[in-house]
């Protein structure tokens, strides 16, 4: 392996090639990212960064190693996998031994790219909400998932009239009924407005300055913000073989083609009985499928598997809540300790009698043991 | 070179033990422990590589 090349700019891309030199590569390694920044986190886009509590400065990784050639504002543009070559937006080819993936996802837009959707996706995202919420008064959020729940909290806390608008009950799919429950009365006891809109919703205006709904009076609003999940990023890749709209599939060591791997957001692996390919667009997933990724790329088949270990967290209305594992629709609510009325408890969850997955809300625990809680058995007295 | 951990920040994710474990380790508990206060010049880069995977920045290298 000498030249490896990677696409991307965010922490999957970091960490492969943090894991890459760990692992003894000593070529060179090209990172290419579309953005104008240097690399971020992305966590607090949503939260400190957007209510202004933390700094824009915060946000920067430590600076990258010095023996990378990383090249902001470079866009790939194709893929060519016989020849091993990068192609770059201007016509420029990188040729590469070893190619790694990590183009992550973009913000899911209701309107055309044009329409000037405001999004919370990337740093400039972030800042131009952030300027624009300083002065705004009211704010439309279409989606009631992770992001737009979190951004709905962070405006409350500025002092915004808000909205969020989905077509399902906020948070349900990714939390379950008990916690999702908790979480919706958490928002409107902050005196957020919850809309249900069954049929799904249009943006009116350009910038919006309303949403339509399908039934009752358009929600207008200073601001309109969608919040409607994310894309894969993996146009690039068209006609290379390689890449499908739901994400770029890859094998159990991360590979994606010889010569070729992938980590982050981008990726989509058959993960479970369903045999399905899904994404897990989460920090923690990036990093482990960034780490299997770089040792797969030098070691092929000698490489350990990528055993995914779900681990997502949020903070809103106050609640920090931290989960490990999956809650599965039909899943039984445990409270181990503590209890939601309180403000603070441990949660698990069985299905057909097994633990499935364990979570903190306002309850600090070492993630590790967190994690040995999401596939232990549930205490008896808390069962039933 | 000095690691230094802000403890109220740190949630133990642990993902800065696997960039440098022979510098940090997560103990029986899953709490964060440091092993090395000084960072020797050969660990200089999974020290840094450490502080960019902490996703609450509760990591800083001080000279």
Redesign the interface.
């Known amino acids: 392996m000498r030249e490896v090349v990677i696409v991307g700019g965010s922490i999957a891309a970091v960490t492969a090639a943090d894991a890459l030199r760990q692992q003894g590569h000593d070529g060179p390694i090209t990172i290419v990212s579309d953005e104008r920044h240097a690399p971020y986190v992305r966590p607090p886009l949503s939260k400190g960064m957007l209510k202004g509590t933390e700094s824009v400065d915060s946000v920067f990784m430590a600076p990258l190693r010095a023996d990378l050639d990383f090249r902001p504002k470079t866009r790939a543009r194709g893929l060519d996998l016989g020849r091993r070559r990068v192609l770059l937006e201007g016509g420029e080819e990188l040729p590469y031994d070893g190619l790694v993936v990590a183009s992550g996802a973009r913000a899911r837009r209701l309107g055309p790219p044009e329409a000037g959707e405001l999004v919370v996706r990337d740093l400039d995202d972030a800042l131009r909400l952030r300027e624009i919420f300083a002065t705004a008064r009211s704010v439309v959020i279409v989606g009631g998932g992770f992001l737009g729940m979190e951004i709905a909290s962070t405006a409350r806390g500025l002092g915004l009239d808000v909205t969020v608008v989905d077509r399902d009950p906020p948070l349900v799919r990714q939390f379950g009924a008990f916690l999702a429950g908790h979480m919706t009365r958490a928002a409107l006891a902050a005196g957020v407005r919850l809309v249900r809109a069954p049929e799904g919703v249009r943006l009116a205006g350009t910038p919006a300055t309303a949403v339509l709904t399908g039934e009752g009076a358009p929600l207008e609003a200073d601001v309109i913000v969608t919040a409607a999940g994310d894309l894969p990023n993996v146009e690039w890749l068209a006609g290379s073989g390689v890449g499908d709209p739901g994400g770029l599939l890859v094998d159990e060591r991360c590979r994606v083609a010889p010569g070729v791997v992938a980590a982050g957001d981008v990726v989509a692996r058959v993960a479970d009985h369903t045999g399905l390919p899904r994404r897990s667009p989460h920090w923690g997933s990036a990093i482990d499928q960034a780490r299997a990724a770089a040792q797969a790329l030098l070691k092929g088949d000698e490489a350990p598997e990528y055993r995914p270990s779900p681990y997502y967290w949020t903070e809103q209305w106050g609640l920090d809540i931290k989960i490990c594992g999956r809650i599965l629709p039909g899943c039984e609510t445990h409270v181990v300790t503590g209890s939601m009325e309180e403000g603070s408890a441990l949660l698990q969850w069985t299905r057909d009698g097994a633990t499935v997955a364990a979570a903190t809300v306002n309850h600090r625990m070492p993630v590790v043991k967190l994690r040995k809680l999401a596939a232990a058995p549930v205490p008896e007295r808390t069962t039933g | 070179m000095r690691i230094i951990v802000d403890e109220a920040r740190c949630?133990?994710?642990?993902?800065c033990a696997?960039?440098a474990p022979h510098l940090l380790e997560?103990d029986d508990?899953?709490?964060l422990t440091v092993l090395a206060e000084q960072v020797p010049e050969d660990e200089r880069?999974?020290a840094?590589?450490a502080?960019?995977?902490c996703?609450v920045?509760a990591l800083k290298?001080a000279p």
Do not use: K
Not at chain 2, 11 to 15: A, L, S, W
């Open positions: 949630e133990g994710y642990g993902f696997e960039a997560l508990e899953g709490e880069a999974n840094e590589a502080v960019r995977v996703p920045a290298l």
